[in-house]
């Protein structure tokens, strides 16, 4: 996973991958725990390193998290978040560790719960059905409203921008009714 998010200006935010870049240190604790003597005052020291280790990986990824969606939520008006079930895509082997890193649900959360914090509702933080084919249809069309066929377009400032940019126009509820004169 190259990129945490995608903004529709373009701005790209990049993955800090906190397990990767840690990665060596925690076999390396892991290690020297496994050298030591059992019941040895060296194999309890080594023993609390190695469970120092995952408690400071997950510290760094929430307090980037929450640096991530402080600023989002205060530099933009609508936060339109896809709703992915993080849950079956971790089954896939392949990719568990990249999006177990990333931390998808952690940061729904936060927008979420920030949102109500800074008082926003309703449009700034919509959700996009899980189901919709963002990736297939071109941002022109979505903001339309509908698209007629579903076929992979190709975009000038590539696919994951046009995908960025598609959502706005589907994730905004529709204005609520006003009779006329009420205004």
């Not at 933009?76 to 849950?87: A, D, H, I, P």
């Amino acid at each position: 996973m190259k990129d945490v998010a995608v903004l529709s200006s373009g701005e790209k935010i990049a993955n800090p991958q906190h397990l990767r870049r840690s990665a060596r240190r925690l076999t390396h604790a892991q290690r020297n725990l496994a050298r030591t003597q059992k019941g040895s005052k060296n194999r309890e020291q080594a023993r609390l390193q190695v469970a120092r280790e995952p408690a400071r990986i997950a510290d760094q990824r929430l307090a980037g998290l929450h640096q991530l969606t402080t600023r989002l939520m205060r530099e933009n008006q609508v936060l339109c978040v896809e709703s992915l079930t993080v849950k079956h895509l971790v089954r896939n082997h392949t990719l568990a560790k990249a999006i177990s890193d990333v931390g998808w649900g952690e940061r729904v959360r936060q927008v979420e719960y920030k949102a109500n914090w800074y008082g926003r509702t309703g449009r700034t933080r919509a959700k996009i059905d899980r189901w919709y084919p963002s990736a297939n249809v071109p941002n022109a069309v979505t903001t339309a409203g509908r698209c007629s066929t579903l076929c992979h377009w190709t975009c000038a400032s590539g696919p994951v921008l046009n995908v960025a940019s598609g959502m706005i126009g589907m994730s905004t509820p529709p204005r609520p009714f006003l009779p006329w004169g009420s205004r």
